[in-house]
């Protein structure tokens, strides 16, 4: 194999990961050996794998490569770990030819507080919807689109339908209630996405979960987005419409909600089956 002119000898699978991408993953915050929705980033892990390549996970397994990983990573501060899997012995030609999965887990010192995000619109859907696959290609290209433009990030569309953000969902408050994407507008059902619609209705918070199209969105009051890596972030604006000075107390009690939230310790056994 030749790279930029010169042969390397990557492992057999990882070359193949290069070379096809053809993998599921989930992406968790680890903050004192501790991880928000847990059980939720293992079962996303069962079901993709299961759809994408008709293979069971093992999360016993799992759990432990990524004990494993985390023993050997020597910032004591709060990391970012992502768990991909991709079948062993993958051939194009044969795709259901695969019996087991590889477990790889990578993973990166967490973000600190990040500045609120300033968002563009993006045409552009994932490659599956409401699944995590190792195909980026037309996120990562929406963000770099965004990103040329002026704006941090992209808040993807479909027509007129609002979807989800390059790598994360999109929630908008609006007369203190909350307002998100449903899933049948073909996004990704995000960890950290639950999580918040969860607590919130647990508190007495509105959540509905329906179509938002363009058209809406300067009828809201403010905007923020989820990810597991970094939770709940503040979106400011998207495209001309200001969003920096609205929505700040509901906002403030939905992040106090999150943040209160019991996380699952990953030496102990998952406090709820993944079935449930």
Known sequence: MILNGKAIHPDDQLASLALYGNATF??????????????????????????LFGLPVDTAQV???VRSFLAGFTVSEPVTVRVTLFPQGFDMAKPEACNELNILVTGRPAAGNLPALRCGLVASQRSLAGQKSGNMISLFKARRQARLAGADDALLTAGQQITEGATWNVFFIKDQQLITPA???????????QLVIDCCQAAGITVQQ???????????DAAFATNAAWGLRP??????IDYASGGSALLGQVRSLFDQLPAETLAE???KPLSE
Do not use: C, W, Y
């Open 26 to 51: 989930t992406t968790m915050l680890v903050a004192d050996g501790k991880v928000k929705g847990l059980g939720l980033h293992l079962q996303r892990l069962q079901q993709d794998a299961e759809a």
């Open 63 to 65: 759990m432990d490569n």
């Open 183 to 193: 899933l049948s507008s073909d996004i990704l059902p995000g960890v950290t996405r």
């Open 210 to 220: 329906q179509a938002v199209t363009t058209g809406q969105l300067a009828t809201f």
């Open 235 to 240: 979106i400011s604006a998207i495209d001309d």
């Open 269 to 271: 056994p998952l406090a």
